[in-house]
């Protein structure tokens, strides 16, 4: 399931502003299995985007992963991000 919840503010506009990223992610067992990510990205402290996904064969570090980077990519579109 994808939920996605537009940003009204342009990428100028958020610059002022404080944009966090949750994520995570897991899989069946510590070795390959079904697993999932998920991400939610923040502005001052209001929800402005969610999404998630799947994969069939995968590891928890993986997914661990992918929902960081899912994340990171979102937030790219919408503003040129400051990563420290």
């Known amino acids: 399931m994808t939920i996605e919840i537009k940003c009204d503010m342009t990428a100028e506009e958020t610059k002022d502003h404080q944009i966090v990223i949750y994520s995570d992610g897991s899989s069946s067992g510590n070795s390959t299995g079904c697993g999932g990510w998920a991400f939610v990205v923040m502005c001052d402290g209001t929800k402005i ?26 937030v790219k579109t919408i503003v040129q991000p400051k990563i420290q």
């Open 49 to 74: 985007y969610e999404n998630s996904g799947r994969n069939d064969v995968t590891t928890n570090n993986v997914m661990e992963l992918t929902g960081a980077i899912k994340g990171l990519e979102y």
